[in-house]
């Protein structure tokens, strides 16, 4: 069965930093990943996603992502946070061995600090 | 707009009690799909809905039901509700299997 760990519950960093939320899987079949992010009171909104192709996924609001096989990894990057970054931040798989079913990581909470 | 709608918004109630939660989408998306969200676990998929009058289980769907009668709406049902299952519910439709627009949440509170 697919998995996805999220291994920092927190992630403080100062605004003008770049930022990192890190994202490991385990799949059995090909993944499909995606991050979301959740605001305060509100449903999640999709960021981006890698399906295939090229490993550096670009998104919204400047995050991008890096697909790495070997290390079973899709880290969520931003050159340079800014306060309104701050949120709670979620990485999901789909195995295509698996069919419709997604699974989601434990989240991440991102404060960006001005 | 386009928008994944959910009623009520907030709900209390007591253990036994039939309650539905409702989701409706105006995308004409293909794919729905309901979530529970809990403290330190993330989102866990309850149930998905490829088309009308299908539908298949996720990885927590005890205790719940869905019907997809029209291709707009996906309600859950909770027949007899326990404290268990006291969380923060989300419906989310998709027109493909790589994006999900999600609903505002439902806060469900269970006595």
């Known amino acids: 069965a697919q998995s996805v760990a999220q291994p920092e519950d927190q992630v403080n960093v100062a605004e003008g930093n770049p930022l990192t939320v890190k994202c490991t899987y385990s799949?059995?079949?090909?993944?499909?990943l995606f991050w979301y992010v959740q605001y305060p009171n509100r449903g999640l909104q999709f960021l981006l996603k890698?399906?295939?192709?090229?490993?550096l996924v670009k998104g919204s609001y400047g995050f991008e992502a890096e697909f790495n096989k070997s290390q079973t990894s899709f880290h969520l990057k931003k050159p340079s946070a800014l306060v309104s970054d701050s949120a709670l931040y979620f990485c999901a798989v789909r195995d295509d061995n698996y069919g419709q079913n997604f699974v989601f990581g434990p989240g991440t909470r991102l404060s960006v600090l001005p | 707009e386009a928008q994944v709608t959910q009623n009520p918004r907030y709900l209390i109630t007591v253990t036994g009690k039939k309650l539905t939660v409702t989701c409706s989408q105006n995308m004409n998306h293909e794919y729905m799909s309901w979530y529970r969200q809990d403290p330190g676990l993330g989102l866990r998929q309850i149930y998905y809905s490829m088309n009308v009058e299908v539908t298949d289980k996720g990885d927590v769907p005890e205790g719940y039901k869905v019907s997809r009668k029209e291709k707009r709406n996906f309600p859950l049902i909770l027949e007899s509700p326990s404290p268990n299952q006291t969380s923060l519910y989300f419906c989310?439709?998709?027109?493909?299997?790589?994006?999900?627009?999600f609903g505002p949440g439902t806060r469900l509170t269970v006595t």
């Open positions: 989310a439709s998709g027109r493909d299997l790589y994006e999900q627009y």
């Open positions: 890698y399906i295939t192709g090229d490993n």
């Open positions: 799949v059995s079949g090909n993944p499909y």
